[in-house]
């Protein structure tokens, strides 16, 4: 396994090229050789990295310090001072005055590279799940005890002042939802756990349930307390079976203890739970779908408004969050809102779990604060890609953005990534190298959807299946330039007309694979040219002859 | 069964899981925990884990825990085990089959010597 174990990148804005940006990659490709480093140590372009005045700027991983400006002559230094020997080049490292937004963020980290903090896991690996003692001994259901000891208020406070926002997708603040849901007026309300995890690529949420089954139910104890229900739902996968009879057993015991059930640590607060499995339908994910599940109904969208909010399970104000979000709420009423906001970005305090797949040398799961770089995560957790180049990364599973490689150094939270149009989405990451091909993507893609659309609305049943027959020819080598219009319509329409989340968005990945990767799509159905080789293109027989493209296919047949 | 009626009674149990927990590092156990989610499971940690109780048994090997635990995160290397020696770092092995784990029992939990080969670097 080749294993990066550095990353060299070089700033390739305008004014970097004009300052010889282009010898000093030059210079770096031949020491790094020269000192039988090639293999251990990866060197790119990185671009758009923000304005500065020390260009051209070379950053190194993992330590993420920053040189600048760096001149041919200095190179040397650099590889055998800090690539073969580890030592930082003092002299050459960027003032941290000509620092602003991006850089200064990645400077501040300086040294604190690669971090892994575990808050949602922190458990997760080290207790047995199956016993209640290993939890408590860990500081658990502490947080619980000491909430009763508070107002419902003074606890949504909390997590209001947290900053925690939602990990299921949207990324709404939580401690909002739960006062939404704390301020009606009705006797009966209801929290609800989504664990339904139906989207492809993600396992955080597995991990937590089948590893630390009781910090879901403190969680969601702390919640009921805090919005005034009493009694809840753990809504789980159906295929999970082992987080669901860990969940069963966990319960039990917390029953047993008395930290479920009526007059919890002899306050006045109730509360006891139900698991319930789903039956493997992806959209009973969407919370309002996940509802009608739970009734026994078909698993369909409904109408918003109402919200589950004010009308929710059973028409009464239910709440419903995240398996992830729920899982940071203990360690926050333990360490505190300001504990918390010191971890992660401003607009997106805490850490984030990635579910690392792909063509990367080392796949699985991660946790780490919220904002570090998508080439961080590839470099550093994931030791490089495997096979090839990076050519683009899916975040968020099927319904996330494709995102192409210079968005790579935007950092991940859901405000960067918001100004940048994509989501962040469930934490899936999906990297992808130059032998994927995006048409094939696309139509992996909407075949899932097709098959996963509850077929309520007609935008979304009628729009994936056609996105995806249009799909299949341009894969065939027998789509035409309308098709390519047709899709860009659906695209929009997916999105614009959809009932709810899935259709709307089955059409984003759709949308930014016609954005960034127009000419590759273009090819396949202009040159007949599938440039990854993957799709079919059973007109065969496409010879490459020197730089001549020989097409035996007729156009448009 | 001891039912929880006050933070006191919480901090209470906590300190008695902690000292039973402390007595086995102090008794000078050696513990061996095996990650034993849908991926370990899927992997073969369930023949692990066997293989390990039956060398222990083989072996009368009195001073040795073995216990479970989640998914660790590390699915590119399930199954997964990890040792720990008294008074001794944590110590993470993957790519395991029987056979390694019966020479990580005797080289490691038996002799004391890390296999490197097999160690996961976290
Ligand atoms: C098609 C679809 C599938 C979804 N699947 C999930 C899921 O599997 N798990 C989840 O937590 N949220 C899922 N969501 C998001 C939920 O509707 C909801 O926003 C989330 O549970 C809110 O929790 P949070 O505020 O803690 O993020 C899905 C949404 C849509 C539209």
Known sequence: MKAVRSMVLVSSDAESIALGANEVFSAFQQKIQDYGLSDEISISFISDIGHNSAAPLVIIYPEAVIYGPVKPDDVLDIVEEHLDKGHIVERKLVPAHELSEHLAWLSSRKGTLPAENRIVLKNVGLIDPENIEDYIALDGYQ???TVLGKTPA???????????????????????????VAKTHIDKKYVVCNADESEPGTFKDRLVLEGDPHAIIEAMAIAAYAVGADEGYVYIRGEYGLAIERMKVAIKQAREY????KNIFSSKFSFDLHVHAGAG?????????????????????????????????????????????LANIPAIIRNGADWYRSIGTPSSPGTKVYTILGNVNVTGLIEVPMGITLREVITIYAKGMKGGTFKMAQTGGSSGSIIPANLQDTPMDFDS????????????????????????????LLNFFRFESCGKCNPCRIGCQKSFEILSNIAEGIGTLQDLEDLQMMADQLYELSNCGLGQTAGSPLKDILTYFHAEVESHIRLKVCPADTCPMSGKTIYQVGQEVKITREQGA | MPTIKSLDDLTRIREEVLKKQELITTSGKTEIIVGMGTVGRATGTQEILTAILSYIEEHNLGNVIV?????????????????????KERVTYGKLNPEIVKSILSNHVIGGKIIEEFKVER
């Not at chain 1, 949504?156 to 909002?176: N, Q, V, W």
């Not at chain 2, 290397?77 to 008074?87: N, S, T, W």
């Open chain 1, 143 to 145: 947080a619980l005890g």
């Open chain 1, 154 to 180: 003074e606890t949504i406070g909390i997590i209001k002042d947290s900053g925690l926002r939602g990990r299921g997708g949207a990324g709404f603040p939580t401690g909002l939802k739960w006062s939404f």
């Open chain 1, 258 to 261: 008395g930290l479920l059930g």
């Open chain 1, 281 to 325: 339908a992806y959209i009973c994910g969407e919370e309002t779908a996940l509802i009608e599940s739970i009734e026994g109904k078909r698993g369909e969208p409904r109408s918003r408004p109402p919200y589950p909010t004010t009308f929710g399970l059973w028409g009464k104000p239910t709440l419903v969050n995240n398996v992830e979000t």
């Open chain 1, 417 to 444: 990534f918001k100004t940048a149009s994509v989501s962040l989405g469930s934490g899936a990451l999906l990297i992808c190298n130059q032998e994927i091909c995006v048409v094939d993507l696309a139509k992996v």
């Open chain 2, 67 to 87: 216990r479970q635990t989640g998914d660790m995160g590390l699915d590119s290397f399930e199954p997964v085990i990890q040792v720990i020696l008294p008074g």
